[in-house]
């Protein structure tokens, strides 16, 4: 973002996808464009925010579980690579893809877990969704419904108009 005159924030005035680069290479292909105010750091592993246009996919909260809703592992990075693949699964359903997310909210239950595999969880990310981080909020929960859960995804997802 630039900043403006009197110090209002203005958004970049060209897509991401012709601005981002790192070393030849575009970091998010699609015409969304990250939101971050000049002032602060940069974001790493999430945006914070996320302007686009287009139509709109809202994906339901995805755990654990394989398409016959069936536990494989109680792994945590194993349900959380299982939970991002069933995300893309239904993204593809709308022809879209994990570069068109632009809202993620994960549900943990428990936080000591996730940070302990935060290793694994990001080689997880990075194999399913790509070098594509959308605004993320994570939340530790008490329980999910379904008893051998540990995480569930929600996703929000803008396809180009």
Do not use: C
Not at 117 to 139: C, E, I, K
């Amino acid at each position: 973002m630039e900043r403006a005159a009197g110090g209002a924030f203005r958004r970049h005035p060209q897509p991401l996808s012709r601005r981002l680069t790192r070393k030849g290479k575009t970091l998010h292909a699609s015409s969304h464009e990250l939101l971050n105010p000049s002032h602060w750091k940069t974001a790493k592993g999430y945006a914070n925010g996320i302007m686009a246009e287009g139509r709109t996919v809202f994906v339901a909260g995805q755990i654990g579980w394989n398409g016959q809703q069936e536990f494989e592992t109680d792994d945590f990075a194993g349900q959380v690579r299982q939970a991002l693949q069933n995300v893309v699964d239904v993204l593809a359903e709308a022809g879209a893809g994990p570069e068109h997310a632009t809202r993620m909210t994960w549900y943990i239950t428990d936080k000591r877990e996730y940070l302990d595999r935060l290793s694994d969880v990001g080689a997880a990310y990075r194999d399913v969704m790509g070098r594509n981080f959308p605004a993320m909020t994570m939340v530790q929960v008490a329980d999910l419904i379904e008893d051998r859960a540990k995480v569930e995804i929600e996703v929000t997802a803008v396809l180009p108009s």
